[in-house]
């Protein structure tokens, strides 16, 4: 079955740099967009960035544009969050999210990881 | 302040059927499909719903979507203790070129 284990987070002050990776398992990893998605203590989801299945497309919310670089690695089946110039509104747990469809451009997360919570402080 | 608006919270009591409903904008809802997400309590999103009606294998019929306009709506029949949880909507936005989600609905099973 899909198995998605996000790593990474931590504690990190305001302004630096943080990478968070997501291991995929149980599905073949080069079919489908992958999308992170956060949530910040107490609030409601927030969509961070999508990878397209083949790498080509990249789409991001405008609250992290131009900071953060969503990547992947078919050969390790693992998706990349490379985070930096972080602020303190950027706490949150991320998840990692396989999309629906297979080779498709731009579907819905469908499986999720379990997420790693990422703190901004000085 | 979400691009889609649900209302904060929603409740029922056992057995009754209850719907929650998802206000968006003619770049989003208006023209692209509707997912819906369930949250329970210390775990992560699950999906519902996607595609405006279709549910995905093992989600019971009791969970129903269906879009009109710029509008959605989740409907839950046959309420029960277990689907007390947070729920969520979700759609690609097409003036934002992004995925945008609703702020949730708490939905309470008195």
């Known amino acids: 079955q899909v198995q998605l284990v996000e790593s990474g987070g931590g504690v990190v002050q305001p302004g630096r740099s943080l990478r968070l990776s997501c291991a995929a398992s149980?599905?073949?990893?080069?079919?489908?967009?992958m999308h992170w998605v956060r949530q910040a203590p107490g609030k409601g989801l927030e969509w961070v960035a999508i990878?397209?299945?083949?790498?080509?497309?990249?789409y991001y919310a405008d609250s992290v544009k131009g900071r953060f670089t969503i990547s992947r690695d078919d050969s390790k089946n693992t998706l990349y969050l490379q985070m930096n110039s972080l602020r303190v509104e950027d706490t949150a747990v991320y998840y990692c999210a396989k999309a629906l469809i297979r080779r498709a451009s731009n579907n819905p997360p469908v499986d999720w990881g379990q997420g790693t919570l990422v703190t901004v402080s000085s | 302040q979400s691009v889609l608006t649900q209302p904060p919270s929603a409740s029922g009591t056992p057995g009754q059927r209850v719907t929650m409903s998802c206000s968006g904008s003619?770049?989003?809802?208006?023209?692209?499909?509707v997912n819906w997400y369930q949250q329970l309590p210390g775990t992560a999103p699950k999906l519902l719903i996607y595609g405006n009606n279709q549910r995905p294998s093992g989600v019971p019929d009791r969970f129903s979507g269906s879009k009109s306009g710029a509008s959605a709506s989740l409907a839950i029949s046959g309420l029960q203790s277990e689907d007390e949880a947070d729920y969520y909507c979700a759609t690609w936005d097409d003036s934002l070129n992004g995925w945008v989600f609703g702020g949730g609905t708490k939905l309470t099973v008195l």
């Open positions: 990878i397209s299945y083949d790498g080509s497309n990249n």
């Open positions: 149980g599905f073949t990893f080069s079919n489908f967009g």
């Open positions: 003619s770049s989003n809802i208006g023209s692209n499909a």
